[in-house]
């Protein structure tokens, strides 16, 4: 992770150019969520979870705490998190940190150390499914791992020494999608901070300058004998849940959102929709593509940390 914030300095100097806008003034708040969206989530709500966990490291003011909950009727693999339990005398706020793309810990340790070190508690999940690499079966890969972000948080509602009134939610990248997605399907997520998040799944697989999904693309371009607007058309059909289509169900004053200017892996185009569809949620922009994001990785750290923190006092930026 130093070796990524060595041009810290040139960050600073160009901090100028990022820009800060509030929620929209028109915003009037989310879009009621369906009853066949709301049915299944609370029938699966309340499931018992069964935890293993182990101590894996030791820090002055936390300690790391390897945790498995066992599968649930559904599933066929353990889910597994790392927990960032602090030393407090009460309840703590805690921020559920989703996996990027290729499911390195790598970032969002970065960003639970800094949770931690404030005083708040942390979990860190781990993906064993890329949704975008396995594009034949996107729908299906989206919801598992859904469910699996949801058993987290019956975990994380067990715990005694965490306020469930402040629990909040942090992705970037396909962490930030997910995150959106879980943020309108489940009501105990009290803020979202979500980095580099696109909507339109399918439009994105097509688009994207990401190596390993356009390779992807291109081998079933080849197998299939199609256009790529055969292939749009296919994997829009193939694709229900969305964050594009689950944004509107999202309250936007709970949302901090940064986009990047320049991004090739998630074009701007696609994040700047996913943000109308939301109703123009509080939003961080950055002059940078996707991987030169990270020089601005302390930035962001402490805005999520300062939105976080006015979520659970209840203060909200006034909007424009």
């Known amino acids: 992770m130093r070796r990524w914030l060595a041009p810290v300095a040139v960050a600073t100097l160009a901090a100028g150019c990022v820009t800060h806008v509030p929620v929209g003034a028109d915003y009037r708040g989310p879009v009621s969520l369906p009853a066949a969206l709301v049915a299944p989530l609370e029938a699966e709500a309340g499931a018992e979870v069964a935890v293993v966990t182990e101590t894996v490291r030791k820090r002055p003011d936390f300690i790391v705490r390897q945790v498995e909950l066992v599968p649930g009727p559904a599933a066929e693999t353990p889910i597994e998190f790392e927990y960032y339990e602090v030393r407090a005398d009460a309840p703590t706020p805690v921020i559920v940190l989703l996996p990027i793309f290729?499911?390195?810990?790598?970032?969002?340790?970065?960003?639970?150390?800094?949770?931690?070190?404030?005083g708040w508690r942390a979990v860190v999940v781990t993906r064993k499914r890329d949704p975008l690499e396995q594009i034949d079966d996107v729908e299906d890969i989206i919801r598992a791992n859904l469910d699996d972000y949801r058993r987290v948080l019956d975990w994380v509602e067990e715990q005694h020494d965490?306020?469930?009134?402040?629990?909040?939610?942090?992705?970037?990248?396909?962490?930030?999608?997910?995150?959106?997605?879980?943020t309108a399907l489940d009501r105990r997520i009290d803020a979202l901070v979500a980095a580099m998040?696109?909507?339109?799944?399918?439009?994105?697989?097509?688009?994207?300058?990401?190596?390993?999904?356009?390779?992807?693309?291109?081998?079933?371009?080849?197998?299939?004998?199609?256009?790529?607007?055969?292939?749009?058309?296919?994997?829009?059909?193939?694709?229900?849940?969305?964050?594009?289509?689950?944004?509107?169900?999202?309250?936007?004053?709970?949302?901090?959102?940064?986009?990047?200017r320049t991004d090739a892996i998630v074009p701007f185009e696609l994040q700047d929709e996913l943000r109308e569809s939301m109703g123009e949620p509080?939003?961080?922009?950055?002059?940078?593509?996707?991987?030169?994001?990270?020089?601005?990785?302390?930035?962001?750290?402490?805005s999520a940390f300062e939105f976080f923190e006015r979520q659970f006092r209840g203060e909200f930026i006034a909007a424009r």
């Open 102 to 118: 290729n499911g390195q810990l790598s970032i969002t340790r970065y960003f639970a150390r800094y949770f931690a070190n404030q």
């Open 162 to 182: 965490i306020d469930p009134t402040r629990v909040g939610v942090f992705g970037i990248s396909l962490g930030a999608m997910d995150a959106v997605m879980l």
């Open 197 to 260: 998040a696109g909507g339109d799944l399918a439009q994105l697989m097509m688009d994207t300058r990401y190596r390993r999904v356009a390779r992807t693309v291109d081998r079933m371009l080849d197998e299939g004998g199609t256009t790529r607007e055969g292939l749009l058309e296919s994997m829009e059909q193939r694709i229900a849940i969305d964050p594009l289509t689950l944004a509107p169900y999202v309250d936007a004053q709970r949302v901090l959102l940064v986009m990047t």
């Open 282 to 302: 509080e939003t961080l922009y950055l002059p940078t593509g996707h991987r030169s994001s990270v020089v601005y990785f302390p930035l962001l750290r402490n």
